[in-house]
């Protein structure tokens, strides 16, 4: 039997206030996103003033994260490069930068998804918050 570690809410919390930092710094009115190994929502914070599409987006980037244990980037590059059949794949619709997985001694334990800024910026939102833990 396999023993991996889990998010804590006290994880989640220290994820949660460090990307809202790193957002409010930069001024980024932006919707934050953390789910579980499995992709189900732990965490949803919408900033004032980020758009509320946000809110389904960045919930969508975190699973897909998650469940895929690699940044949501790789699938949308995948895509971009013409790899458009990999849109079909079922379970995933955050296929956009911004999801960032949560490792934690080599397990995914989970994700964060941000959506509000530019991509790149989503997701070094995601990394400040994930750098919160210390892992």
């Not at 957002?23 to 996103?33: M, R, Y």
């Not at 994260?65 to 790789?74: C, I, M, N």
């Not at 949560?102 to 530019?118: D, M, Q």
């Amino acid at each position: 039997m396999k023993t991996k570690p889990c998010l804590t809410l006290e994880d989640v919390r220290k994820i949660a206030q460090a990307a809202e930092a790193e957002a409010l710094a930069h001024h980024w009115a932006v919707t934050i996103a953390i789910v579980d190994d499995g992709g189900h929502l732990l965490w949803l914070q919408r900033l004032d003033g980020a758009a509320p599409v946000s809110a389904q987006i960045a919930p969508a980037k975190a699973r897909t994260a998650a469940l895929g244990r690699r940044e949501s980037k790789v699938y949308e590059d995948m895509i971009n490069q013409g790899r458009v059949s990999f849109l079909s794949a079922p379970g995933v619709e955050g296929l956009l930068e911004g999801g960032v997985p949560i490792l934690v001694n080599g397990e995914c334990v989970g994700a964060v998804g941000v959506s509000g800024v530019k991509s790149s910026e989503d997701a070094q939102i995601g990394r400040a918050g994930i750098a919160a833990l210390g892992a």
